[in-house]
């Protein structure tokens, strides 16, 4: 039995934890078969994917299968864990939560060889799968030769279940530990390393920047992203490129010489194989030294047992809450929705509640566990509680406990997944065997370390899950979660598709984008080519690096940032603020950062101001008047006056009269002459380089066929990118489909104060609209009711009946979202832009990073940047007439966001720029649960607005 647990810590410890189990030899299961809980967790191990749930059921494995099943132990420890040894074993069972298609999945669990799967999974679409069963079938064969001698067996293990390339470290460990036992183990073992095409194609992207024609190099990157073999590759480059692969050209002397460029020592990686940079983010969160030194062991060198320390010590610490809840974050996001559940049915049919863990792993789980929890006993890392025949004791209240624990409901503003402290109370008067219970033990006792919190909005009310959902068991269309399950391969992350497709035919909700892990022992992913803020291996807190995600799955061109001394607090009217805490002076928002208060720039109006202050109150920056004279600053944002330019910093000789969006960039032909010059408006964020406003592009580049981003011209045709249209010489009226609405100019006002053609111009520039026709006023910025000139405005009717609406700063009418209002760290976004080559950081960068947090088609993202320097972020729904539940996703989509920000979780704060977020306030709609006010009239030409927000994406909302 311990020698069992040894392999299995040595297995987690260097965490290869997604592949160890899932291929767990499945002839072991049926020494459990007369012991139903112990077989069905065998069996379980076969399908686990994620970290915490193969954690989770490791832990609790002997309490499935008791040390007396001396068979079942003796196979679990003289088997292969990662691959299937015996000729009856299938070795792909490990692989099938690979493949892409559901049918593929099902026919792979079923399969029992290759063959069996290969009319259902094509190779050209299932690289991963096929790719994971090649390196199966090649460990299987090579850790054979290591017979009884299990230290060398582990090692070899490790070489073929990494999903990277192997290090120089486990190949040198392989050697020392099986060279006096098997000649042949390591010869196999060298053949795989020297001549299986361990990394990825996508790695050599660099050679293709080598070829001399522009067509060739897109062709190239194309091929090496779609294309697995190399006898696909070289084939489509000799068509595509027109050329033989010639050694003394320098594209094919690159692939055919040194394919993979020299690795450094591994001691001067930047990363490590052992390194979760997502979770060493949260270790600064921890609340005692102890918790925080774990933690950061755990996140740089997974070659200790401190997890398991960790788990006793801090997993279930009242006090570590925030360092607990980050790493759940990092581990498994909360997200909306949860369906297609078997056992924790009362979950199911929730579009608009969320949870960190609605799968089918997790569903088997709770089965599990009350089937554990009826021998009568509840063990826990740090204490074991007695319990009644909860078969006979409240069985629904505690199928409701596994379930949450597994299923793992999350609220918004907390993100904690713990019940709530009085249902604890309850079910252990009622259930709890006080005869067994340890002296001093009482249910209000146990209940206040496992659940000390009773706040329905920070712990899960189990009422809520003891009948099916209200919504019942329709189908729910309304709203849809694309991305959960999640439909893509592991090293990929999966998007909201709202850009649509050339083939509508074969068109997905969802894109699969090429992702990195934040560090090899990581879970979490980012995107290809995104900018990431990441914690020094070495440095003290608060010293950063900023790193982009290359071509290679890897982190890489890592810069370090100027450290930020979070030990130096603010001293805010006597009493000492800590860094990165939030507080109000007056109406203010304020933050501490380093020692620095930053606070917004809202004009407060004070409970003991005169009667004339409050007359000559406006909300308005330094009080200006209510005139609408605007003018253009040198950040690319409209300011409704000069009075306000000036009060928000800028000197005369930086702003000019006029609205930004009206002025002719390129009338004075910046650009060189074989360039074009195409408008490019943008407000920056940074101001330590200059915000052009356009671009210069090349008049003949080439454009990625592959790339869909629709763009609509001027003559009402649409392109599948920017770049063709430019190409066709054409003008760009918008991003999207070209929208029959759109056809002809009726100018409408955005929120930010800029005058539109269309609305469809205002929504690809990721701004809503706030009135038909130009901008001719500026709405009110305070609370504060004052005598705007509003009142002239007709507004819309709202999008929804009976809807609470919001006002969004500066605006004139309401509109049906939900609203967040972000303070931000200039100082962050200058060092951002300068790390970058001093591009500056835009609205529209940060916009577009934000939508890739909402998880459902039927809401989006659009901001602005307020006239006193807020950053305005809107999530509504994108129908002409959304739902209630339409309206309540965006509003929790808002919340999850909001609560991202605030507790600065590294699933958002780790991107580039949103680390410079420093709060967030939000306002949210609502539907009156009496049902509001009749429907409005139709606004003639204005009912399509809100529908247009879909433009990009004209399919998915009616999915």
């Known amino acids: 039995m311990r020698v069992c647990f040894q392999i299995i810590s040595f297995f987690l410890v260097v965490n290869f934890y997604c592949q160890p189990l899932r291929a767990q030899d499945p002839s072991c299961c049926h020494h459990a078969a007369e012991f139903s809980p112990c077989k069905e967790a065998c069996d379980q191990l076969a399908t686990i994917k994620s970290e915490s749930r193969l954690k989770h059921l490791l832990q609790r494995l002997p309490g499935y299968c008791p040390e007396s099943m001396n068979e079942l132990w003796m196979c679990i420890n003289s088997t292969l864990p990662g691959v299937s040894r015996k000729s009856d074993g299938w070795v792909g069972l490990g692989c099938c939560e690979l493949a892409i298609s559901a049918e593929c999945r099902r026919e792979c669990r079923q399969a029992s060889s290759k063959n069996d799967i290969t009319k259902v999974c094509k190779k050209v679409t299932e690289n991963s799968l096929y790719s994971c069963i090649t390196k199966n079938e090649m460990g299987s064969t090579c850790c054979s030769y290591a017979g009884r001698h299990t230290t060398c067996r582990e090692y070899c293990q490790a070489i073929f279940r990494t999903d990277s390339t192997p290090t120089v470290s486990q190949i040198n460990a392989v050697k020392e530990y099986c060279q006096s036992h098997s000649a042949q183990l390591l010869s196999c073992v060298s053949n795989f390393t020297k001549s299986y095409p361990i990394r990825s194609p996508i790695d050599s992207l660099y050679c293709c920047d080598r070829a001399e024609a522009t067509h060739c190099q897109v062709a190239c990157r194309r091929i090496l992203r779609t294309m697995s073999t190399e006898h696909e590759i070289m084939e489509g480059l000799i068509e595509e490129c027109g050329s ?17 460029p020299p690795s450094p020592p591994e001691e001067e990686t930047p990363h490590p194989a052992k390194m979760d940079c997502a979770k060493l983010h949260c270790c600064s969160k921890a609340n005692t030294s102890v918790c925080r030194d774990m933690c950061q062991r755990i996140s740089t060198n997974w070659g200790s047992q401190t997890w398991q320390d960790f788990d006793q010590l801090c997993e279930y610490n009242p006090v570590e809450t925030e360092l607990i809840n980050c790493l759940a974050d990092v581990r498994e996001p909360c997200q909306l929705g949860c369906k297609d559940l078997t056992y924790c049915t009362n979950f199911n049919n929730r579009p608009t509640e969320l949870f960190r863990s609605c799968n089918v792993q997790s569903d088997q789980g709770a089965m599990n566990d009350i089937k554990l929890w009826s021998n009568g006993t509840i063990k826990m890392p740090f204490m074991n509680i007695p319990v009644l025949d909860i078969r006979k004791c409240l069985p629904d209240m505690w199928k409701a406990v596994a379930c949450s624990l597994q299923i793992k409901p999350c609220h918004s503003k907390s993100r904690g997944s713990v019940i709530c402290k009085s249902d604890c109370v309850d079910i252990l008067t009622q259930c709890g065997d006080r005869k067994r219970f340890h002296e001093g033990q009482t ?8 659940s000390p919190i009773d706040d329905p909005e920070r712990c899960i009310p189990l009422h809520r899950y003891l009948t099916p ?42 894109i699969c984008v090429p992702g990195c892990k934040l560090g090899e022992a990581s879970e979490f992913l980012v995107q290809q080519d995104a900018r990431i803020q990441v914690p020094t291996r070495t440095g003290p807190a608060g010293c950063y690096e900023v790193c982009s995600c290359g071509p290679s799955g890897r982190l890489e061109n890592c810069v370090e940032m100027p450290c930020v001394d979070t030990n130096k607090p603010c001293i805010v009217g006597g009493q000492r603020k800590s860094h990165g805490t939030s507080f109000t002076i007056e109406c203010h928002t304020c933050s501490c950062f380093a020692g620095d208060t930053i606070c917004s720039t809202r004009e407060c109006l004070s409970f003991d101001s005169t009667d004339e202050d409050r007359r000559h109150f406006t909300g308005l920056p330094c009080s200006c008047p209510y005139r609408f004279v605007p003018v253009c600053a040198s950040n690319g944002r409209t300011y409704p006056s000069a009075c306000v330019a000036r009060c928000m910093g800028f000197k005369d000789h930086q702003f000019f009269f006029g ?19 195409i408008p490019k408006p943008r407000v920056c964020l940074s101001d330590v380089s200059d915000c052009p406003q356009y671009e210069c592009v090349g008049r003949l580049s080439a454009c990625d066929k592959n790339s869909v981003e629709p763009a609509c011209d001027t003559d009402g045709l649409v392109h599948p990118t920017l770049c063709h249209l430019h190409q066709a010489g054409k003008t760009l009226a918008y991003m999207g489909h070209c929208q029959d609405a759109c056809r002809k100019p009726q100018q409408v006002c955005g929120h930010n104060g800029e005058t539109y053609n269309t609305v469809c111009d205002a929504f690809s520039d990721r701004v809503a609209v706030d009135y038909e026709g130009p901008c001719h006023t500026v709405g009110a910025v305070s609370d504060v009711p004052s005598d705007c000139a509003c009142n002239v405005i007709p507004c819309p009717p709202l999008s929804t009946p009976g809807c609470q609406p919001v006002t969004p700063p500066g605006a004139c ?41 909402v998880s459902v088609p039927q809401c989006d993202v659009f901001g602005y940047l307020s006239i006193n320097h807020e950053l305005v972020v809107l999530i509504a729904p994108v129908d002409q007439q959304p739902t209630p539940l339409q309206i309540e996703a965006c509003s929790k989509e808002a919340e999850k966001i909001d609560s991202l920000i605030n507790y600065a979780s590294p699933t958002l704060v780790s991107h580039v720029p949103l680390s410079a977020f420093l709060i967030s306030e939000i306002k949210t709609s609502s539907i009156h649960s009496s049902g509001g006010c009749p429907p409005s009239p139709p606004h003639p030409g204005f009912s399509f607005l809100l529908g247009l927000l879909i433009a990009a994406a004209p399919v998915f909302h009616q999915l």
Request: charged fraction near 15%; charge should be positive; hydrophobic fraction near 30%.
């Open 469 to 510: 959902s209200s919504l019942g068991n329709k189908i729910i269309e309304e709203v849809i979660h694309p991305c959960n399950p999640n439909p893509c391969p592991t090293n990929h992350l999966c998007q909201v598709n709202r850009r649509g497709c050339l083939d509508e035919l074969n068109c997905q909700p969802y």
């Open 813 to 853: 009418c309401p509109i049906c979202a939900s609203m967040l209002q972000i303070l931000w760290n200039k100082e962050q976004m200058n060092t951002f832009s300068k790390l970058n080559k001093n591009q500056p950081v835009t609205v529209h960068d940060v916009l577009q990073i934000l939508r890739l947090h």
């Open 244 to 260: 033989q692969p010639l050694p003394q050209e320098p594209m094919w002397q690159c692939f055919l010489g040194s394919a993979q």
């Open 443 to 450: 249910p209000e006792r146990i209940c206040e370390l496992l």
């Open 659 to 677: 609205l930004c969006g009206h002025i002719n960039v390129c009338a004075n032909k910046p650009c060189p002459r074989n360039q074009r010059c």
